[in-house]
């Protein structure tokens, strides 16, 4: 248990310290090409989500990740979610959260910095990282890892009868 809290801080402090270089150092200046055309350090402000759908929410998404939080660690404490991957998908969902949760509610905006042209993909940051490695192990859990999470339990308390008693 501490050691998901501690992974969940750390994970929050990265998030925040790299934002805050980005505010800082890149504001300014707006980007750094690190391989030019192809991957660039860009200051950009995401006022809605992802792909900077529903810009202009905020209290919307203030109030969604507060509900997602809280269903979160619930499927965390409740064990909703078994082992050490069920676990570490539920903490990584829920720091990248956090950490966009903090902008929105201090700046208004979530800062996004990493650019990845190539492709023309969305600025981002280290909670969207999360975040999305997080859904993805989350959807490997659920088809692949925990065939009962979904299970109606009266059916299977009643198939459980059924073979005791049959």
């Not at 009962?148 to 059916?155: M, S, T, V």
Request: proline letters at 1%.
């Amino acid at each position: 248990m501490v050691l998901y809290a501690l992974i969940t801080v750390a994970i929050i402090a990265v998030d925040q310290i790299v934002k805050y270089w980005a505010k800082s150092s890149l504001m300014d200046i707006g980007t750094i090409p690190l391989i030019r055309d192809v991957f660039h350090l860009t200051y950009a402000e995401n006022k809605g989500a992802a792909f900077s759908i529903l810009e202009g929410q905020r209290w919307f998404f203030i109030l969604l990740t507060s509900v997602m939080l809280v269903v979160i660690a619930l499927a965390f404490f409740k064990n909703y979610f078994k082992g050490k991957w069920g676990k570490t998908t539920l903490v990584f969902i829920f720091a990248g959260a956090i950490g966009n949760f903090i902008d929105r509610l201090l700046l208004g905006y979530v800062v996004d910095m990493f650019d990845f042209r190539l492709i023309d993909f969305p600025v981002f940051n280290v909670a969207d990282i999360f975040l999305t490695v997080g859904g993805f192990m989350g959807v490997i859990y659920i088809l692949f890892m925990d065939k009962d999470l979904f299970k109606d339990e009266k059916k299977v308390e009643e198939n459980n009868d059924t073979e005791n008693n049959g």
